[in-house]
């Protein structure tokens, strides 16, 4: 199992390099390329997490193919990253990574789920609404989950902004229960 603080460490670590060399979008484009690729070529992750293949190989090959496309300290980062067992992180890396550099430039993420597909005026909306209380920009990443009954769910940094109907029946069957537990404590 992975553990998300192993991946913010060497993501921070390879951000301050990244910053000190004015490479930052370099390295988020290398990272970038590297996790795409390996999402999209099953063999090759397999081929990166197994624990039957040496890391030696591993990094062979690794450098074989992405070598000439990214910088050298990225190479290292996925050297480092083999040797020392933690190329699953790859991904996790790549996102922490990402994140730290948009924190710098004053842009936040914000994940939407919706149960219909929003117009582009609704989520300009919704996102110069989301940056004004977040106190920078805002990129609103739309999808949809028919679960929520209606309504939106917004993930935005560690807050989470449920007005869906999903939210407000848990909300509601959650206060019912706290109220039948508090009559029956009464009543005994």
């Not at 496309?69 to 050297?79: A, E, I, P, S, W």
């Not at 040797?83 to 936040?108: K, M, N, P, V």
């Not at 996102?127 to 009954?149: F, Y």
């Amino acid at each position: 199992m992975l553990r998300p603080g192993v991946a913010k460490r060497y993501a921070r670590a390879f951000y301050e390099v990244a910053k000190a060399e004015k490479t930052a979008d370099v390295f988020a484009s290398d990272l970038k390329l590297i996790t795409a690729s390996l999402s999209s070529h099953v063999a090759l992750q397999q081929f990166l997490t197994s624990p039957l293949i040496p890391g030696m190989l591993k990094q062979e090959r690794m450098s074989k193919i992405f070598g000439q496309f990214v910088h050298v300290k990225t190479m290292n980062l996925m050297q480092v990253l083999i040797a020392s067992g933690r190329e699953a992180y790859i991904s996790q890396i790549e996102a922490e990574f990402t994140r730290y550099l948009a924190d710098d430039l004053g842009i936040a993420e914000a994940d939407v789920e919706s149960v219909i597909p929003l117009t582009d005026e609704q989520v300009e909306k919704l996102s110069r609404a989301l940056s004004k209380e977040a106190g920078k920009s805002v990129h609103c990443e739309v999808r949809i989950n028919p679960s929520l009954i209606g309504g939106l769910k917004i993930r935005l940094g560690d807050r989470v902004i449920d007005h869906s109907v999903l939210g407000r029946l848990e909300e509601f069957r959650k206060r019912l229960n706290d109220r039948t537990l508090v009559n029956i404590a009464a009543k005994e």
